[in-house]
């Protein structure tokens, strides 16, 4: 099994400039989400999903969106991307999204916005 | 809302020290509490969790018991090595409402540095 695999692992875009940031999972998780994590503050919600076909917001959605075609795959997209979304991100995944789950991180990708 | 609060690192100890790292919680329903640990370069993996007041999460000799009279979650070691050299946080979810969905609110983390 590889886990939770995420791509690329650092990106460099310009301030308007749109890109998507991929995470796939092999291990038939129904639930999967993404984390942003900037110093001093954790990892905050972004967007998550409780299965193929349905998404739901986060703590800090704006300016991201994500789809759910697959079990396998939860890919986040920057529209327009803005300085204040510099940060690592981190998609997880787990398997019934319980209360309880433990839940497994991707490696994460460095996202720098000039 | 649910929030969690570590304490402020860094922490930097020596070898065989012990270590304690501190977590206060707030809550609403009957959250589950994990420590969650970042070597460096890599991402987030499980640690420890406790899912009900009074468990005792424990894993490559750290611990940390769920305490819902005083709301917290301390992290424990007897004896730190260099390879524990990370950064820690504490996590909690939280069911009130129906289910969750797993949906992690995290603390600010807490840099543990190992010397030798």
């Known amino acids: 099994n590889a886990g939770v695999t995420q791509t690329p692992k650092f990106q460099v875009l310009k301030t308007g400039q749109s890109m998507t940031l991929q995470c796939a999972q092999d291990?038939?998780?129904?639930?999967m989400s993404w984390y942003r994590q900037d110093p001093g503050m954790g990892l905050r919600l972004i967007h998550y999903?409780?299965?193929?076909?349905?998404?739901d917001q986060g703590e800090v959605p704006n300016g991201y969106n994500v789809s759910r075609s697959t079990t396998e795959d939860f890919p986040l997209r920057l529209l327009s991307a803005a300085p204040s979304q510099t940060s690592v991100y981190f998609c997880a995944s787990s398997d019934q999204g319980t209360s309880t789950d433990t839940q497994y991180f991707g490696p994460g990708t460095r996202l720098t916005v000039l | 809302g649910n929030s969690v609060t570590q304490m402020e690192g860094p922490v930097t100890l020596s070898e065989e020290a012990f270590l304690t790292i501190n977590c206060t919680y707030t809550?609403?329903?009957?959250?589950?509490l994990f420590w969650y640990v970042q070597y460096p370069g890599e991402g987030l993996q499980l640690l420890l969790k406790?899912?009900?007041?009074?468990d005792k999460g424990s894993n490559k000799g750290f611990e940390a018991t769920y305490r819902k009279e005083t709301t917290s979650f301390h992290l424990e070691k007897g004896s730190v090595q260099v390879s524990d050299s990370a950064v820690y946080f504490c996590a909690l979810t939280s069911n009130a409402g129906g289910t969750s969905y797993g949906k992690l609110t995290f603390g600010q983390g807490t840099i543990l540095t190992v010397h030798p």
């Open positions: 291990m038939n998780h129904e639930y």
């Open positions: 809550a609403t329903g009957y959250p589950s």
């Open positions: 999903s409780v299965g193929a076909g349905i998404t």
């Open positions: 406790a899912t009900k007041a009074d």
